[in-house]
């Protein structure tokens, strides 16, 4: 039996930067310890390009990538916040990492986020 998706909208602090996303209701999250994911607190859940759509915001964000220059991370122009990230799954798919802290009535405590060690890659 498959897990029921739900559609979440989401995006930055000042709201310059807006999305909807499906996904289930308790996804894989992760929290990972490289550089830039230890210093946002980000907590992501992967899914694949076709199941977001950026609503507003295209012009409002500034890409920054490092190391392998995998994954774009789009922070907000004005507020700074990374609310998703793109990049290539390692089968070649398109896909988005969610910051799920960005969700709107997402259940947070509901989650059991998975430690990944991306400092040692």
Known sequence: MSEQKNTYNGGCHCGAVRYSVI????????S?????CSKKGSLLSF???????LMA?????SDYQFNT???HHLFCKTCGVESFATGTAPNGAKMVA????????????SLEPVKYD???L
């Open 23 to 30: 996904t289930g209701h308790n996804p894989p999250v992760i």
């Open 32 to 36: 990972c310890n490289c550089s830039i």
């Open 47 to 53: 899914v694949p390009a076709d199941d977001f759509k």
């Open 57 to 61: 915001g295209k012009d409002a964000v």
């Open 69 to 71: 220059m995998n994954i």
């Open 98 to 109: 969610i910051n799920v802290r960005c969700l709107e009535g997402f259940d947070l405590d």
């Open 118 to 120: 991306g400092k040692s």
